[in-house]
């Protein structure tokens, strides 16, 4: 069965410091991977998307990593600031069919305190 | 921003109504979808579209019904709406299998 798992479910952390955010996957076969952002009541909006063949990426103080042997993801984000509190979703795609189905995670809750 | 629109944003309405919520997209996207996503948990797809005149059903069992008769436009429908219908949905589209999917921002719908 597909499924993608998330930890910690939830994390408070202190105005500038940094955090990890864990996401493993069994999705087979596996197309490409993505975080998302989640403000309360919002759509999520997209942080990186890395295919196979991608180990890191970054975008800002936000870097996701990939290893695709283990199925495993991390997000590091760096010097956090209090807009960062949000749901961290980690999602993946297959390529087992024409839509390349998306299969997400429940999120990480992250609450950033001055 | 993504150029994706959801209305209305917050709905709140009676048991055994009609109600249609309305997504478009400006990104000339083929493919778009809805997801139904509760409090903490995570999204289910419950209906999707590869392009024009296209509708399928996703993965939770939806009593919505949805349409797609232009490539920007792609509303959801709930004949008679029940409590059990309260939730968040979302709607989002992308340009293939291996792009970014673009989300709106949520309409919120409650049935009391």
């Known amino acids: 069965k597909n499924q993608v798992e998330q930890s910690p479910q939830s994390l408070i952390i202190l105005e500038g410091k940094n955090c990890t955010l864990q996401?493993?996957?069994?999705?087979?076969?596996?197309?490409?991977l993505r975080w998302y952002k989640q403000d309360t009541g919002r759509g999520p909006v997209s942080l990186t998307i890395?295919?196979?063949?991608?180990n890191t990426k970054s975008n800002g103080r936000y870097t996701a990593t990939l290893d695709a042997d283990t199925k495993q993801s991390s997000l590091h984000i760096t010097a956090s600031q209090l807009s960062d509190s949000a749901s961290y979703i980690c999602v993946v795609s297959d390529r087992g069919s024409t839509l390349g189905r998306l299969y997400f995670g429940r999120g990480t809750q992250l609450t950033v305190w001055p | 921003e993504a150029d994706i629109y959801q209305t209305p944003r917050y709905l709140v309405i009676g048991t055994g109504k009609k109600i249609t919520l309305e997504c478009s997209q400006t990104?000339?996207?083929?493919?778009m979808y809805w997801y139904q996503q509760d409090p903490g948990m995570e999204l289910h797809l419950i209906h999707y579209?590869?392009?024009?005149?296209?509708?399928e059903k996703g993965d939770l069992s939806s009593e919505s019904t949805v349409s797609r008769i232009r490539t920007e436009h792609f509303p959801l429908t709930l004949e008679s709406a029940r409590p059990s219908h309260t939730s968040q949905y979302l709607c989002a589209s992308s340009e293939g299998s291996i792009a970014e999917a673009f989300f709106g921002q949520g309409t919120r719908l409650t049935v009391v």
């Open positions: 990104m000339g996207h083929d493919k």
């Open positions: 890395m295919t196979f063949s991608e």
């Open positions: 579209s590869y392009g024009v005149n296209s509708t």
């Open positions: 996401c493993n996957y069994t999705v087979s076969p596996f197309s490409n």
